[in-house]
Nanobody, 124 residues
Framework: QVQLVESGGGLVQAGGSLRLACAAS????????MGWFRQAPGKEREFVAA????????RYADSVKGRFTISRDNAKNTVYLQMNSLKPEDTAVYYC?????????????????WGQGTQVTVSS
């Protein structure tokens, strides 16, 4: 069982940066693949970034590639999403998710555990 709590969301101007954090409970965090997803009003939840349990393998949606960076600190049971060069279209609720696998996962329905989400709003 893993519980996830996101933090770091807020209001930022276009071109600015935010760093989201997702703190996980449970001693088996190190064995989980982690992902970030987002959901804008009226849209479906979509994949943003994922990282495998070692942190050596990452995947990104094309829309954020080169601007966002996912990382993890297994000693702190925390995964991060550094978001730079933010655009108004990045506005959404951002969710952290965990999947008990040694591989990386990019599909929403692969993830078993989800956080409550944190709002990111980018003004133009």
């Amino acid at each position: 069982q893993v519980q996830l709590v996101e933090s770091g969301g807020g209001l930022v101007q276009a071109g600015g940066s935010l760093r989201l954090a997702c703190a996980a409970s449970g001693r088996t965090f190190i064995t989980y693949a982690m992902g970030w997803f987002r959901q804008a009003p009226g849209k479906e939840r979509e994949f943003v970034a994922a990282i495998n349990w070692t942190g050596r393998t990452t995947r990104y949606a094309d829309s954020v590639k080169g601007r966002f960076t996912i990382s993890r600190d297994n000693a702190k049971n925390t995964v991060y999403l550094q978001m730079n060069s933010l655009k108004p279209e990045d506005t959404a609720v951002y969710y952290c998710a965990a999947y008990d696998t040694q591989y990386i996962a990019t599909k929403l329905n692969e993830y078993k555990y989800w956080g409550q989400g944190t709002q990111v709003t980018v003004s133009s």
